[in-house]
């Protein structure tokens, strides 16, 4: 029962992950049909890149969920735990890459803004 219970709970934030990367589509699909006569058409497709970008990038922190639950709650053997390990690294490849896209510069990197914000508090 319990096991049961657990896959229905993997399976569940597995299709929620899903869901907000198609979500994250039709959403920035709308916008950007509604900026079609408002922005230059540069910027209008550097904030639609943007907008899909986040989409997946929050849809697949959701499905890196999924799988620690499924590793650690149901599976919990070495076989699994280094399946876990190269779904984590490949995804974590992904999302640097997609933050990378998105923002146009490493997640450890400042930007101006806050650096300036940053002296400006001290």
């Known amino acids: 029962m319990t096991d049961q219970l657990l896959h229905i709970i993997v399976r569940s934030v597995e ?8 979500l994250g589509l039709i959403v920035s699909t709308v916008r950007f049909a509604m900026q ?15 907008d899909i970008g986040r989409g997946i990038l929050l849809g697949l922190e959701v499905l890196v969920a999924a799988d620690i639950i499924a590793t650690v709650a149901i599976e919990p053997t070495l076989d ?11 995804r974590t490849f992904l999302s640097l890459s997609l ?8 997640p450890w990197q400042q930007t101006a803004r806050e650096v300036s914000e940053r002296q400006q508090s001290r």
Not at 15 to 22: N, S
Not at 37 to 43: G, P, T
Not at 80 to 90: E, P, Q
Not at 99 to 106: M, P
């Open 80 to 90: 699994s735990l280094a399946v876990l390990a190269g779904i984590v690294a490949i």
């Open 15 to 22: 299709w929620f992950g899903i869901a907000i990367i198609v």
């Open 36 to 50: 079609l006569r408002i922005q230059e058409a540069h910027d209008r497709f550097r904030a639609y890149r943007a």
């Open 99 to 106: 933050e990378v896209e998105v923002s146009g510069r490493w």
